[in-house]
């Protein structure tokens, strides 16, 4: 298994992400219930989230990014995937 860092950077329609919110967040905790979703959240101003995902490969991890209700309703600005090697910490 492999683990990825995704940060999302929210687009301009603030009504619209809200209005999709809670589709996303009952999509994310399906995620985390199957194991495959470590840990996310929105950053404190605003601007986007980030969150953690262990799934096998990069092509498996863009096909849940892409059935994310957010992806599907267009409200990202940006999508950055960065696979993630933890040397330390309490997830070893």
Not at 54 to 74: F, N, S, W
Not at 81 to 90: D, N, P, S
Request: proline share 4%; hydrophobic share 40%.
């Amino acid at each position: 298994m492999a683990r990825f860092v995704v940060e999302l950077v929210y687009g301009p329609d603030e009504d619209k992400r809200l209005e999709v919110r809670p589709e996303h967040r009952e999509y994310s905790k399906g995620l985390a219930a199957k194991g495959t979703l470590l840990a996310g959240g929105p950053y404190t101003d605003g601007a986007g989230a980030q969150i953690v995902y262990e799934v096998a490969d990069e092509t498996e991890l863009r096909e849940i990014l892409a059935a994310d209700p957010y992806a599907k309703a267009g409200v990202l600005a940006s999508t950055t995937i960065r696979q993630w090697e933890i040397v330390t910490g309490a997830w070893l």
